[in-house]
């Protein structure tokens, strides 16, 4: 639930930069009790104060981007990618991650996402149609409480670039295809 509102809102903070549509995209989300909101907010609001030059810097050519492969026999491969953007080095799939784990730069936080099957589908999807994917910039956001994450932003959120190569891509997609097969 408050991954969902985060993504909400840094979502919307990726889209145009504006920071107090950002919280408000969070505020008006139908469905949700004001605890989770407000502690969304709370976290979006370090977040974008950690991230606003790089969002300036950064062009986003997508938000929220359906991503679908047909493997065959009903077998589709669905989901939303959170962004696609365009770095000083190139276009990258953006993922929002919020997580209990540690996110340090030598934790297995990273390794994992290496293997997570859904970032190697939508990058095999990616690369199937034609977009020149450098790689994966996960962000991501350990929980905390507003003034934990301002005091030490390093220890809360952390954004790695992986470059595509490092995705076991070739096992993803062979798992979805034998799943088809079956």
């Known amino acids: 639930e408050i991954g969902t509102l985060f993504h909400i809102g840094a979502a919307s903070f990726w889209k145009d930069g504006d920071e107090v549509n950002a919280k408000s995209m969070i505020a008006t989300a139908q469905g ?67 997580t209990s784990s540690d996110i340090s730069l030598h ?20 690369l199937e149609s034609g977009e020149d994917v450098k790689g994966v910039w996960v962000d991501a956001i350990k929980r905390g409480t507003k003034e934990q994450m301002l005091a030490s932003p390093a220890k809360h959120m952390a954004m790695r670039s992986i470059p595509v190569e490092s995705f076991d891509i070739e096992s993803a997609v062979s798992d979805m295809q034998d799943i088809a097969e079956m």
């Not at 709370?42 to 359906?66: F, G, N, S």
């Not at 934790?107 to 990616?126: E, I, P």
Request: hydrophobic letters at 40%; a negative charge.
């Open 32 to 98: 949700y009790d004001i605890e989770p909101v407000s502690y969304a907010i709370d976290m979006l609001e370090p977040y974008m104060a950690h991230y606003r030059e790089l969002q300036k810097q950064w062009k986003t050519l997508h938000v929220e981007k359906e991503i679908h492969h047909d493997f065959g026999n009903g077998i589709c491969f669905y989901g939303i990618a959170d962004a696609i953007v365009d770095t000083e080095s190139g276009i990258y799939l953006m993922e929002h991650k919020t």
């Open 107 to 126: 934790s297995n936080y990273w390794d994992q996402m290496r293997v997570s099957q859904q970032l190697c589908l939508y990058l095999f999807v990616l």
